[in-house]
């Protein structure tokens, strides 16, 4: 069975500085997808950012970046330029390559940022 | 588009009462799914929908049963709730290899 692993429970950061968040994750399969989801207080899950496995290249999108490594089973978040809007609960996701619904998620990282 | 919908957004029920957790999308999407949320811990599957008439089990289904009658609606039945069933609960859709689309929750008490 595949499992998601968040060893951070909490972490912060100033605002402008950058921030990395951990992700291992255990499979055996080698097409799947890796999501990071952030959660504000409203809860509502907001897609951050999404990686196919079989991509070498790492996803960005805007200040957010990603730091995959395939063979280490490692997907590590990147913000920069840390804003006061990131603070939130960030969730790391897995989600099997074959057409399923069904989302594994890690236990969550609190992030705080400091003006 | 009004995406993900989920009805109500907050509910108290009393031990053994039975409730129904709306959820609707209107982006045509044939997945959906319902996940809960306990504190200090990820969403775990409870059930899932690959199109109309087709549901599955997830992870941790027992005391919850689900239907689906149309592409739109996937209600989420608690035919007699527990004290462990205190959760927030979302609902999610998608269609294809893309990503889920979650609606914004529901709150759900037992006393």
Redesign the interface.
């Given at each position: 069975a595949q499992t998601?692993t968040q060893s951070q429970p909490e972490m912060s950061v100033q605002e402008a500085e950058t921030v990395t968040l951990s992700c291992t994750y255990d499979t055996s399969e080698s097409d799947y997808?890796l999501?990071w989801y952030k959660q504000p207080p409203?809860?509502?899950?907001i897609?951050v950012i999404?990686q196919e496995a079989y991509k070498q290249q790492n996803a960005t999108e805007n200040r957010f970046s990603v730091n995959f490594q395939k063979a280490a089973k490692s997907f590590s978040l990147k913000i920069s330029d840390s804003q006061l809007g990131d603070a939130a609960m960030y969730?790391c996701?897995y989600r099997s390559?074959r057409?399923t619904?069904?989302?594994?998620?890690?236990?969550?990282t609190r992030l705080q940022v400091f003006p | 588009n009004a995406g993900v919908t989920q009805t109500p957004k907050f509910q108290v029920l009393k031990t053994g009462q039975s409730m129904t957790l709306q959820c609707a999308q209107d982006m045509n999407h044939e997945?959906?799914?319902w996940?809960r949320q306990d504190p200090?811990?990820?969403?775990?599957?409870i059930h899932?929908?690959?199109g109309a008439g087709i549901t599955d089990q997830?992870e941790v289904p027992n005391g919850y049963n689900v239907s689906r009658s149309t592409t739109e609606d996937f209600p989420l039945r608690l035919l007699s709730a527990a004290p462990s069933q205190t959760s927030?609960y979302?609902c999610?859709s998608?269609t294809?290899?893309e990503?889920?689309y979650?609606g914004?929750?529901t709150?759900l008490l037992v006393l």
């Open positions: 998601v997808y999501f409203s809860r509502q899950m897609l999404r969730f996701a390559g057409f619904d069904k989302l594994i998620f890690g236990t969550g | 997945y959906m799914s996940y200090g811990m990820g969403l775990r599957l899932y929908s690959v997830g927030v979302f999610a998608k294809g290899h990503t889920q979650f914004p929750g709150r």
